[in-house]
């Protein structure tokens, strides 16, 4: 079940308003998700509770990946 008070608050698409993320009490960061309605990369910051547009990151997946 869904407990608002765990939750401080959500981040808008800024490419598409009607589109939001949830964010928990807590969370600390960044991280880059496609919006699921155009499509579009924003990189979202959980500190400031802030969204913006970005490029996708070409070979980003290879040079992150665990190379073990």
């Known amino acids: 079940m869904l407990d608002l008070e765990e939750y401080a608050g959500f981040i808008i698409y800024p490419c598409c308003p009607k589109e939001k993320v949830l964010v928990k009490k807590g969370t600390t960061g960044a991280t880059s998700q496609k919006c699921p309605h155009?499509?579009?990369?924003?990189?979202?910051?959980?500190?400031?509770?802030?969204?913006?547009?970005?490029?996708?990151?070409?070979?980003?997946?290879?040079r992150f990946a665990d190379n073990s």
Do not use: I, Q, S, T
Request: hydrophobic share 45%; charged share 30%; aromatic share 16%.
């Open 38 to 62: 155009c499509g579009k990369y924003v990189l979202f910051d959980y500190n400031r509770m802030e969204a913006f547009l970005m490029k996708p990151l070409r070979g980003a997946a290879k």
